[in-house]
């Protein structure tokens, strides 16, 4: 259930070999890295079961759509088993609610069978416009909803969680990132409707699971 | 010498349409804003002296160099007249020196003739690492070196200013961006060797200079 992530701009080459050398020792689901790595990645975990899931648009989700979608398919032919895109947080909250649907559609319609994992940034929304991106998530196609990049003014809540959960039902994953650094939250997320976790604390929290 | 920056991801239209507006009114240089904006705001000061200089790769320099030049491009066809774009930084901590270089020349070929600004994030870098990214975008024939997106640990330093200085000389421009909110430390970045401000606050800047 657990993606492993190294999304930190001055993550070296050395960071990045961890990150895939513990993703295979504990059995995670993917790496999640930012796109320059998805080539290193793939030879690097080529013959294992880890998957790799670039982010697209991130962190701030205001490139352009089209750019969205060139990040997406390259990602793909680079390697991605899945990939986790941002929102266009600005048009959300400008009410073009639409455009965000459409640009969601363009990038799960590029990469078609790729699951697409769509980052709300809940904290720079209100619950109406958490609702309406889960909405325009679930009609583009996406196959999961996640709360957050880690970069924004908050994590994952359970609030959020459960919200979201209220919104999509079993329609789609829900994914929940952004501060969880330990087992108790972890599981409270997962209590709360969260059907994938991203954490750099992977290796933590499973030792902690190992402890009790 | 002021590019008047709206970076956040939450930025609405009605934050750009102040930010255009603040720009014509006091006379910035640039407007400095994510992609997905460049085309409104080419239609929104159309006619105006004020330049559109968006960001690339931004904030985390840490997509492939294909999508920086795509991205680049897509900025200028929507009618940038300047670029800021984030160096790799992870590669330059790395110790891939050359692969910045080649990445950020990549660009600046790609745009030939539209000033490239190359952000270095020096809060993610030592001093060795802060002259090798100087270097690197001299030989790639980028216009201006400058310190910081924002978004990372630290803004601009006067030490940086001063270290960007003495390494780039007269060769290149070198832009202060990242914490800078009064005209003192406005000031002080130029005495110490900044040709252009990078910062948010140039409305209250321009402000406390006329009431000095």
Request: hydrophobic share 45%; net charge negative; with cysteine.
């Amino acid at each position: 259930m657990i993606d492993h992530a190294q999304l930190k701009a001055s993550a070296t080459q050395v960071d990045i070999d961890q990150l895939c050398q513990q993703a295979i020792d504990f059995g995670f689901r993917n790496v999640c890295v930012n796109p320059a790595w998805t080539t290193y990645c793939s030879k690097r975990l080529d013959g294992t079961p880890v998957g790799i899931c670039p982010v697209v648009g991130f962190p701030l989700g205001a490139n352009t759509a089209r750019i969205k979608v060139e990040e997406a398919r390259e990602a793909v032919k680079n390697g991605a088993a899945e990939l986790d895109i941002v929102i266009n947080i600005g048009a959300l909250r400008s009410g073009f609610t639409e455009f965000v649907e459409r640009e969601i559609a363009a990038v799960v319609q590029a990469v078609r069978g790729v699951p697409v994992k769509v980052i709300l940034e809940t904290g720079d929304l209100d619950d109406d416009q958490k609702v309406k991106g889960c909405i325009a998530a679930a009609d583009a196609g996406a196959a999961f909803v996640k709360t957050s990049t880690g970069y924004g003014r908050t994590g994952a809540s359970l609030e959020d969680i459960a919200l979201m959960h209220r919104t999509v039902g079993d329609r789609m994953g829900i994914k929940a990132a952004g501060g969880i650094r330990s087992f108790s939250t972890a599981y409270a997320m997962i209590e709360a409707g969260a059907t994938r976790l991203g954490t750099s604390a992977g290796a933590r929290i499973l030792d902690e699971l190992d402890a009790a």
